[in-house]
């Protein structure tokens, strides 16, 4: 009998196979194709690789199918190391926010999706594993603070900081506000992997992930490494940005991956003068990224104007999505609406959902699975 993808994926994962990445697989019924990312390819190293892999898949090798595996080797500069793939007791849904490209915005929508979610009641944490540039810290006025470690059932946790009712851990809080530190692959990993698992993150019915830009390895570690709900890419307008964001879409479609994509946020759409409030000036381009998600078929969340207030908010440290009935809170509100929506969507449609309860809220019907 043909054996399914997902049980194919979920042996190789068992097998925690050191050094590789699985970034497709085919499955033919007599064939099974890998393409894995290895970062040290030897000949000794890949040939350990491909026994442990046709290890895991023994009982199918027995019955005749043949697996065929492709090695890449991954850029030197960026080392990898699996997150270890373990399931987060307490937390109902996970959202990925990605961009293709740095500067549009991503972890300004991060935070003001995160704020407008904790508003709404939901119990809500933010993990910035922006390796790039963490800028959570500075958006939640958080930079001088640092987790504690509190004793859970015996052991040592690391305490989220709370600010805003979200709760907080970046990798920016690895390293002094005034020190660039260039993340290697195994370092963000492994303080990737503490925050994530070695976290007092309690009961959380959304966790927010703000992803680095870029599709690269260490976006594979964490894809795979979690059962994320689904990923929210964020784009300007921009030809240049829209490409990338395509980039980003085809990254979570990708077959061994397959994380829905809830939909795509415009970000600096437009810009309206305080003395001209009628007149809407497409700085970027009119459009682009909701005919991106048209073309790309995946749903438009909306779209956020290009506005001092947002970008002051971001940098005094207090999201914009703070405010009451601004306009721009109004226009986050929806968004995180309709990202709800989705996650609701997105659960009942998918039988293999983490996701188990979402609380009724406006315009949202309640899920319990
Ligand atoms: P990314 O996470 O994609 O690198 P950021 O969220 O850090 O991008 O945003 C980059 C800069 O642009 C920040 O200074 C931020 O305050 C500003 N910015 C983001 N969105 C807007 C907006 N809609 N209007 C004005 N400034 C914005």
Aim: glycine share 6%; net charge positive; hydrophobic share 40%.
């Amino acid at each position: 009998m043909k054996i399914s993808k997902t049980e194919i994926l979920k042996r190789l994962q068992d097998a925690n196979i050191d050094n590789c990445i699985f970034v497709n697989l085919v499955n033919f019924s007599n064939e099974i194709i890998l393409d894995v990312n290895i970062s040290n390819p030897t000949l000794q190293a890949k040939k350990k690789a491909e026994l442990e892999i046709k290890e895991s898949l023994n009982s199918e090798l027995s019955s005749g199918i043949k697996v065929k595996i492709n090695f890449k080797k991954t850029s030197a500069d960026k080392p990898i190391k699996k997150i270890e793939s373990k399931k987060i007791s307490g937390i109902k849904n996970i959202i990925a926010i990605a961009s293709g490209k740095g500067g549009v915005g991503k972890s300004t929508v991060t935070s003001n999706l995160s704020v407008s979610l904790a508003k709404m009641g939901f119990k809500v944490g933010l993990l910035d594993a922006d390796i790039y540039g963490p800028s959570i810290p500075i958006m939640f006025d958080i930079v001088d603070e640092r987790p504690k470690s509190v004793l859970v059932d015996g052991k040592s946790k690391m305490e989220p900081v709370t600010n805003y009712g979200v709760k907080i851990l970046s990798i920016g809080f690895f390293t002094k506000p005034d020190q660039a530190v260039i993340w290697r692959g195994p370092m963000a990993s492994k303080a990737l992997n503490q925050m994530i698992f070695d976290a007092n993150w309690g009961e959380l019915d959304f966790l927010v992930i703000d992803l680095p830009p870029g599709t690269g390895d260490i976006h594979l570690s964490i894809l795979q490494a979690l059962p994320i709900t689904g990923a929210v890419i964020v784009s300007t307008p921009q030809n240049v940005a829209l490409a990338d964001a395509k980039k980003g879409v085809a990254m979570f479609k990708q077959e061994l991956i397959n994380v829905p994509v809830l939909g795509i946020v415009e970000n600096m759409s437009y810009f309206t003068p305080e003395e001209l409030p009628n007149n809407k000036y497409y700085l970027f381009g009119k459009d682009g990224a909701k005919n991106l998600a048209e073309d790309l078929k995946v749903p438009f969340l909306g779209c956020i104007p290009i506005e001092q207030s947002v970008r002051e908010a971001g940098d005094f440290g207090r999201p914009v999505a703070m405010q009451e009935d601004t306009e721009v809170s109004k226009d986050l509100k929806v968004i995180t609406r309709k990202i709800v929506a989705e996650v609701v969507k997105r659960n009942k449609d998918l039988p293999d959902s983490e996701a188990i309860k979402i609380t009724t809220m406006a315009g949202c019907s309640a899920v319990n699975k």
